[in-house]
């Protein structure tokens, strides 16, 4: 009989010392990922702070201010879309790991962690629409630099035009000095 009180006691220590062990871990996954959700929100922050330039109120940056602005901005969207990842399968593996753990110890892990999963998804929803007006933009700029540059090709072929005319017209050829004629083919 005092053999099977020991074991029945032995057996409570275990199951005891299990739930402890398992409640440290929990509380340590817990806090791991809201140390990763935490990282999560200031790479979002950074992202829509990086937004900046454009919500000044002025309409049109120049060019390469624009260019600029949205290469920081993929910079830091690409961070924080590393950051989610990261903290996505972190906090989906750890669910999984709480759940083999027992209901005592797990339950508000489990909770804490599925609550973590709700946050992640509200930043990926943000980060998304960052990443939809970076977007936009990028694509208004360089249609604007492609303007630019076709405005700058119609220049120089209307410069050409009058180069070449100058030089197909054999009567202004025969008026024009050696000096004169040197310039219009070099240029």
Request: charged share 30%; net charge neutral; aromatic share 2%.
């Amino acid at each position: 009989e005092r053999a099977m009180q020991s074991q029945q006691r032995l057996a409570r220590l275990k199951s005891q010392h299990k739930e402890l062990t398992e409640k440290v871990v929990c509380e340590n996954l817990v806090q791991e990922a809201a140390e990763k959700l935490q990282l999560v929100a200031e790479s979002v922050a950074r992202t829509a702070d990086a937004e900046g330039p454009f919500l000044t109120g002025i309409e049109d940056l120049p060019l390469e201010e624009t260019l600029a602005a949205v290469k920081v901005c993929e910079a830091a969207s690409t961070s924080a879309n590393t950051a989610v990842s990261i903290a996505r399968m972190f906090i989906a593996t750890k669910l999984v790991e709480a759940k083999r753990f027992t209901a005592a110890a797990s339950m508000g892990a489990q909770s804490k962690l599925k609550e973590y999963q709700a946050e992640l998804e509200r930043h990926t929803t943000k980060l998304t629409e960052l990443k939809k007006a970076t977007a936009f933009r990028k694509k208004a700029a360089t249609m604007k630099e492609a303007e630019n540059e076709v405005a700058k090709a119609e220049e120089l072929a209307k410069q050409v035009g009058k180069l070449a005319s100058l030089l197909n017209d054999e009567t202004r050829l025969l008026e024009l000095s050696a000096a004169e004629i040197r310039e219009a083919s070099q240029k």
